[in-house]
Protein backbone atom coordinates (compact mmCIF):
# COMPACT_ATOMS: atom_id res chain seq x y z
CA UNK A 1 0.00 0.00 0.00
CA UNK A 2 0.96 4.10 -0.21
CA UNK A 3 3.29 4.54 2.45
CA UNK A 4 4.45 7.96 1.37
CA UNK A 5 3.16 11.39 -0.43
CA UNK A 6 3.74 11.96 -3.73
CA UNK A 7 6.51 13.56 -5.71
CA UNK A 8 5.49 17.52 -6.16
CA UNK A 9 5.22 18.80 -9.90
CA UNK A 10 8.83 19.50 -11.07
CA UNK A 11 10.11 22.65 -10.66
CA UNK A 12 13.39 24.51 -13.19
CA UNK A 13 15.62 22.07 -15.40
CA UNK A 14 13.59 18.95 -14.17
CA UNK A 15 10.16 20.99 -15.44
CA UNK A 16 12.35 21.31 -18.81
CA UNK A 17 13.21 17.68 -18.81
CA UNK A 18 9.37 16.55 -18.26
CA UNK A 19 8.08 18.85 -21.04
CA UNK A 20 10.76 18.14 -23.69
CA UNK A 21 8.12 15.53 -25.52
CA UNK A 22 5.94 18.77 -26.53
CA UNK A 23 8.41 19.71 -28.90
CA UNK A 24 8.34 16.50 -30.68
CA UNK A 25 4.75 17.60 -31.24
CA UNK A 26 5.59 21.49 -32.39
CA UNK A 27 7.97 19.81 -34.92
CA UNK A 28 5.45 17.90 -36.07
CA UNK A 29 6.91 14.59 -34.56
CA UNK A 30 4.01 13.45 -32.18
CA UNK A 31 4.01 10.45 -34.55
CA UNK A 32 7.30 9.56 -32.50
CA UNK A 33 5.74 8.95 -29.25
CA UNK A 34 2.86 6.81 -31.56
CA UNK A 35 -0.45 6.01 -29.17
CA UNK A 36 1.37 6.37 -26.28
CA UNK A 37 0.82 9.49 -25.09
CA UNK A 38 -1.40 12.84 -26.26
CA UNK A 39 -0.87 16.36 -26.30
CA UNK A 40 -3.06 17.99 -24.35
CA UNK A 41 -4.29 21.65 -25.10
CA UNK A 42 -6.07 23.53 -22.24
CA UNK A 43 -6.88 27.00 -21.44
CA UNK A 44 -5.03 28.01 -17.82
CA UNK A 45 -7.48 28.74 -15.21
CA UNK A 46 -5.84 32.39 -14.32
CA UNK A 47 -4.57 33.35 -17.71
CA UNK A 48 -6.94 31.97 -19.97
CA UNK A 49 -4.19 31.28 -22.50
CA UNK A 50 -3.49 27.97 -23.72
CA UNK A 51 -1.12 26.00 -22.06
CA UNK A 52 0.52 22.32 -23.45
CA UNK A 53 1.33 19.09 -21.47
CA UNK A 54 2.05 15.44 -22.49
CA UNK A 55 0.57 13.06 -20.63
CA UNK A 56 0.65 8.82 -21.13
CA UNK A 57 -3.00 7.17 -22.23
CA UNK A 58 -3.34 4.76 -20.12
CA UNK A 59 -6.54 3.18 -21.90
CA UNK A 60 -8.58 3.57 -24.77
CA UNK A 61 -11.99 3.42 -25.63
CA UNK A 62 -12.55 2.74 -28.98
CA UNK A 63 -16.24 2.21 -29.05
CA UNK A 64 -16.73 5.34 -27.26
CA UNK A 65 -13.60 7.10 -28.79
CA UNK A 66 -12.51 7.71 -24.93
CA UNK A 67 -8.52 8.34 -24.05
CA UNK A 68 -8.18 7.61 -20.25
CA UNK A 69 -4.93 9.55 -18.49
CA UNK A 70 -3.62 9.72 -15.08
CA UNK A 71 -2.67 13.17 -13.32
CA UNK A 72 0.91 11.24 -11.96
CA UNK A 73 1.78 14.31 -10.03
CA UNK A 74 -1.98 14.43 -8.12
CA UNK A 75 -4.62 16.90 -8.16
CA UNK A 76 -1.90 19.20 -7.68
CA UNK A 77 -0.86 19.26 -11.36
CA UNK A 78 -1.41 22.48 -13.54
CA UNK A 79 -3.16 20.64 -16.36
CA UNK A 80 -4.98 18.70 -13.81
CA UNK A 81 -6.39 22.01 -12.31
CA UNK A 82 -6.53 24.07 -15.85
CA UNK A 83 -9.05 21.20 -17.24
CA UNK A 84 -11.17 21.44 -13.57
CA UNK A 85 -12.26 24.73 -14.45
CA UNK A 86 -12.25 24.78 -18.40
CA UNK A 87 -12.79 20.78 -19.51
CA UNK A 88 -13.13 21.67 -23.00
CA UNK A 89 -9.56 20.61 -24.98
CA UNK A 90 -7.87 19.45 -27.94
CA UNK A 91 -5.50 16.48 -27.90
CA UNK A 92 -3.51 15.10 -30.29
CA UNK A 93 -2.42 11.27 -30.58
CA UNK A 94 0.54 10.59 -32.63
CA UNK A 95 -0.57 13.48 -35.70
CA UNK A 96 -4.50 13.17 -35.47
CA UNK A 97 -5.66 16.66 -33.63
CA UNK A 98 -9.44 16.19 -32.24
CA UNK A 99 -11.61 18.32 -29.72
CA UNK A 100 -12.22 16.55 -26.34
CA UNK A 101 -14.47 16.91 -23.05
CA UNK A 102 -12.30 15.87 -20.00
CA UNK A 103 -14.29 14.20 -17.26
CA UNK A 104 -12.17 13.80 -13.78
CA UNK A 105 -13.05 10.35 -12.59
CA UNK A 106 -14.49 9.80 -9.20
CA UNK A 107 -11.43 8.03 -6.75
CA UNK A 108 -13.31 4.82 -7.01
CA UNK A 109 -12.85 4.84 -10.91
CA UNK A 110 -9.40 5.67 -11.24
CA UNK A 111 -8.75 3.09 -8.99
CA UNK A 112 -10.08 0.62 -11.23
CA UNK A 113 -8.02 2.36 -13.92
CA UNK A 114 -4.94 2.23 -12.38
CA UNK A 115 -5.64 -1.56 -11.76
CA UNK A 116 -6.18 -2.46 -15.16
CA UNK A 117 -3.35 -0.13 -16.21
CA UNK A 118 -1.25 -2.67 -13.72
CA UNK A 119 -2.57 -5.78 -15.23
CA UNK A 120 -1.83 -4.67 -18.85
CA UNK A 121 1.54 -3.07 -18.01
CA UNK A 122 3.53 -4.10 -14.51
CA UNK A 123 6.61 -2.68 -15.51
CA UNK A 124 5.21 0.10 -16.30
CA UNK A 125 3.27 0.55 -13.34
CA UNK A 126 5.99 -0.03 -10.65
CA UNK A 127 8.14 2.45 -12.49
CA UNK A 128 5.20 5.00 -12.56
CA UNK A 129 4.72 4.44 -8.70
CA UNK A 130 8.66 4.61 -8.14
CA UNK A 131 8.86 8.42 -9.75
CA UNK A 132 6.06 9.71 -7.94
CA UNK A 133 7.39 8.65 -4.48
CA UNK A 134 4.55 6.42 -3.88
CA UNK A 135 4.91 2.62 -2.36
CA UNK A 136 3.32 0.21 -3.76
CA UNK A 137 3.23 -3.68 -2.66
CA UNK A 138 2.31 -4.95 -6.38
CA UNK A 139 -1.15 -6.20 -5.65
CA UNK A 140 -4.23 -4.70 -7.49
CA UNK A 141 -5.73 -3.69 -4.04
CA UNK A 142 -2.39 -1.44 -3.74
CA UNK A 143 -2.44 0.25 -7.02
CA UNK A 144 -6.45 0.86 -6.53
CA UNK A 145 -5.25 2.40 -3.15
CA UNK A 146 -2.96 4.49 -4.62
CA UNK A 147 -4.94 5.92 -7.71
CA UNK A 148 -8.08 6.48 -5.10
CA UNK A 149 -5.75 8.11 -2.49
CA UNK A 150 -3.06 10.11 -4.93
CA UNK A 151 -3.25 9.89 -9.15
CA UNK A 152 -6.87 11.06 -10.21
CA UNK A 153 -7.66 9.69 -13.66
CA UNK A 154 -9.12 11.69 -16.51
CA UNK A 155 -11.09 10.62 -19.28
CA UNK A 156 -10.96 12.57 -22.62
CA UNK A 157 -14.58 12.32 -24.27
CA UNK A 158 -13.84 12.80 -27.95
CA UNK A 159 -16.11 15.18 -29.88
CA UNK A 160 -14.82 16.32 -33.14
CA UNK A 161 -12.12 14.97 -35.27
Do not use: C
Request: no cysteine.
Amino acid sequence: MSRNQPRKPPRGFQRLLWRAPIWLYRLHLGWLLGSHFLLLTHTGRKSGLPRQAVVEIADYDPETNTYFVASGFGRKSDWYRNILKTPQVTIQVGNKKMAAVAEPLSPEESGEMMARYARKHPKAARNLSKVLGLEVDGTEEGYRQIAREHIPFVAFHVTQE
